[in-house]
């Protein structure tokens, strides 16, 4: 029998293999069929670019899979694979989820289709039986009964999905996060045993390192930079919040009661997360369409502060890094309990943003100076 470690890193480096090969080929299709991002006023590239790159994450996740599947079942008589119900239903859901997101990418769906495709895709989820039946005390609930945490399910795998969907606007950004998120994950699952996790978790992490490979340092002129496209952010975001949920959920017959079952699982979306509740109360308060399309992302608001495409990237990685450290920190040394671990996330998030704001405005105000000290000057004889 091979080892859990062995599989895992079969897994990502078979997925890894897959992305570089087949990226590529992917990018010269798009070149032929003309299917490219194309610029406008509310997106920071220059250049027209590929955008299908994330049809091949969930294809290499899969061949990853069956072949770590393979090893795994490789020296023993048991070759048999159980799947649960709500198993076959997460993979229909994914399934569903991919087919939406790369009919987008092609032909384009407006945003209220998409939406409810997402709600019927994440609705499976807790009528096969997997739902957030805990909150582990958050504001001093624990157990919750099915009719809560069924839609409480339903809104957290949207609202990931979406989160991811929409903070992929810069190079690297949702792929970056996704890494993160998934390492995290990968730890997670691993301490509690469970291997067929890590198999999947390591296959995505793999595609996911050579489509980033090509996505911050292709050159366009070479026709070798792409994008992941919404086939790319819509499947990594149902994989991540049903990852949340899967975590989450108090199973005893799967894994014990673990104290930071919610805790782990948020604090690796935060970022994410805490960006779509602002960008919501954001247009709310503008009496903007929650489903329109704006530069009122946080990657928006660290360019507009000064920071170039991979100032920005770095920034917010280490943003993501730097609450998983807090919050560990919180839990285990300061022993704070969810509720105010969430509470001191929030201030800061909120603070920083009033911070980014303060250097926005002096930015924008220095520019306007400059800029009318040229038009004086250029008005003068």
Not at 60 to 74: E, H, K, P, Y
Request: charged share 15%.
């Amino acid at each position: 029998m091979f080892s859990s470690y062995i599989l895992i890193i079969a897994a990502f480096l078979v997925s890894s293999l897959c992305g570089f090969v087949a990226i590529p080929h992917i990018m010269n299709f798009c070149q032929r069929k003309k299917l490219y991002d194309i610029p406008n006023e509310r997106k920071v590239h220059s250049n027209a670019v590929p955008r299908l790159g994330g049809i091949i994450f969930l294809p290499s996740m899969f061949v990853a899979f069956v072949i770590a599947i393979f090893m795994l079942s490789f020296g023993t008589t048991d070759r048999t694979l159980t799947f649960s119900t709500w198993t076959a239903m997460f993979f229909i859901s994914l399934l569903l989820i991919y087919v939406v997101g790369l009919i987008d990418d092609v032909m384009g769906l407006s945003a209220t289709t998409k939406f409810i495709v997402q709600i019927v895709a994440a609705s499976l989820l807790p009528f096969s039986g997997l739902y957030l039946n805990t909150l582990y005390g958050f504001c001093g609930i624990h157990e919750i009964p099915f009719w809560v945490g069924a839609p409480l399910t339903v809104f957290l795998v949207v609202a990931v999905d979406n989160a991811m969907n929409l903070i992929d606007g810069i190079d690297g950004l949702a792929g970056g996060l996704s890494v993160l998120s998934l390492c995290g994950f990968l730890y997670a699952f691993h301490r509690e045993g469970m291997v067929i996790y890590c198999i999947l978790i390591a296959g995505l992490i793999g595609v996911l390192i050579s489509f980033l490979y090509f996505n911050i340092f292709g050159k366009v002129e070479h026709n070798r930079k792409i994008f992941m496209g919404d086939a790319g952010s819509l499947t990594i975001g149902f994989i991540l919040g049903f990852l949340l949920v899967k975590y989450a959920m108090h199973n005893p017959r799967v894994m014990p009661f673990r104290r930071d079952g919610l805790l782990l699982s948020f604090t690796l979306l935060i970022v994410p997360l805490f960006d779509l509740a602002r960008v919501i109360f954001y247009r709310m308060r503008h009496h903007q369409p929650l489903f329109g399309a704006d530069r009122s992302h946080i990657h928006h608001k660290f360019l507009r502060a000064g920071c170039s495409q991979h100032g920005a990237l770095i920034c917010i990685l280490s943003l993501s890094l730097a609450f998983m450290v807090l919050n560990l920190l919180l839990a285990y040394v300061a022993d704070f309990d969810l509720t105010g671990i969430v509470a001191v996330d929030v201030a800061l998030f909120v603070g920083g943003n009033l911070l980014l704001n303060v250097l926005i405005r002096r930015r924008e105000s220095a520019q306007d100076q400059q800029s009318d000290a040229f038009k004086r000057d250029a008005s003068r004889p």
